[in-house]
């Protein structure tokens, strides 16, 4: 396969990151799809310039220790791929942890996919003695107020942000195991991303906290 062949497809996987990779990286799972694509032997299209790398691209970023049921990823190849076929061959590779469970082809022109704003819900597992009245109330709470002031580093340098304006909603999901799970819906764009370990800090639940999932991602 030629480095310089143009991408003629663009196909869009969705895909769960579980238990056993909790805690691989935002970098490591790209190295971790380079290898499966390889691996599954995809006609993978590369960049151009002086050092051509897979054009493989991800979704917002996944925190790290977070697991997911609602990841994405963008392959463009170079020579058309029955979808079916590209899932099949690359869930016979993949590692424990990391399973494809939809693909669909999109144009070659649509934006990159970290570029869009996007729209992600995550689900975390509390410990919570009280009624769950008493949890919807802390999360109303901190729904009305007109800020929420916290502090960040970037590049060295401590520094102070809002993030009220990067939460859309919160809520009592239900209970499972013993345990409260709340929900909430976060903005990630280029303007700014709600943490969801911030969230649950400022709501004072993170020391309870006994388990985090992103459970949706709707981009554009």
């Excluded at 996987?13 to 190295?31: I, N, Q, T």
């Excluded at 469970?101 to 410990?127: D, I, K």
Aim: glycine share 8%; charged share 25%.
């Amino acid at each position: 396969m030629s480095l310089d062949a143009p991408a003629v497809q663009r196909l869009r996987l969705d895909y769960a990151k579980g238990e056993p990779l909790r805690f691989v990286s935002h970098l490591d799972m790209m190295r971790l799809w380079e290898r499966a694509c390889r691996r599954a032997r995809l006609p993978i299209a590369h960049t151009q310039g002086f050092n051509p790398r897979p054009r493989i691209a991800l979704a917002c970023p996944l925190p790290t220790g977070v697991t997911s049921r609602a990841e994405k990823v963008d392959l463009f190849l170079t020579a058309r791929l029955d979808p079916r076929e590209a899932l099949r061959r690359l869930n016979a590779v993949l590692p424990a942890g990391v399973e494809v469970f939809g693909v669909a082809e999109v144009t070659l022109t649509e934006p990159a996919l970290m570029s869009l704003p996007a729209t992600v819900e995550y689900q975390a597992r509390v410990e919570w003695g009280g009624p769950a009245a008493d949890l919807e109330a802390r999360l109303r709470a901190w729904l009305v107020q007109g800020s929420v002031v916290r502090q960040r580093e970037r590049k060295g340098r401590a520094g102070e942000y809002d993030l009220r304006p990067l939460v859309e909603h919160l809520w009592v999901v239900g209970q499972t195991e013993g345990r409260f799970v709340v929900g909430m819906r976060v903005k990630s764009g280029p303007q700014g991303t709600g943490r969801p370990d911030e969230v649950l800090k400022s709501l004072g639940l993170w020391d309870s906290a006994r388990g985090l999932e992103r459970t949706a991602v709707m981009v554009g």
